[in-house]
């Protein structure tokens, strides 16, 4: 391969190649009624596991755990989660700390 032809390759390949943005909704779709209550429960119940030693699945669960905060946080639903994530790992420290391992 010539020099000019490994020029014109390198070209076209850095021409292709967009910038991905991800940018969160504008005026959040419409969701049902319950949707922050499960999935933020599902999340709080994954990471309370995690902290009780309870690690069967561990990885696929706080895999799914994580795509639903991105949803939440897309749904500009992440503030009020973030107080109840916070609420939900206090009561857990207060747990560990005291001896009682069940939140």
């Given at each position: 391969m010539s020099a000019s032809t490994h020029t014109t390759t390198s070209n076209l390949t850095k021409k292709k190649r967009k910038k991905v943005v991800i940018r969160s909704y504008k005026k959040p779709p419409l969701v049902p009624p319950e949707f922050y209550a499960t999935q933020s429960q599902f999340v709080l119940n994954a990471t309370s596991n995690?902290?009780?030693?309870?690690?069967?699945?561990?990885?696929?669960?706080?895999?799914?755990?994580?795509?639903?905060?991105?949803?939440?946080?897309?749904?500009?639903?992440?503030?009020?989660?973030?107080?109840?994530?916070?609420?939900?790992?206090?009561?857990?420290c207060v747990s560990i700390i005291n001896g009682n391992e069940d939140s």
């Open positions: 995690v902290l009780n030693s309870n690690t069967s699945n561990a990885s696929s669960s706080l895999q799914q755990a994580h795509d639903r905060v991105v949803d939440l946080v897309q749904l500009k639903m992440g503030p009020r989660f973030y107080t109840a994530l916070c609420a939900s790992m206090k009561q857990a």
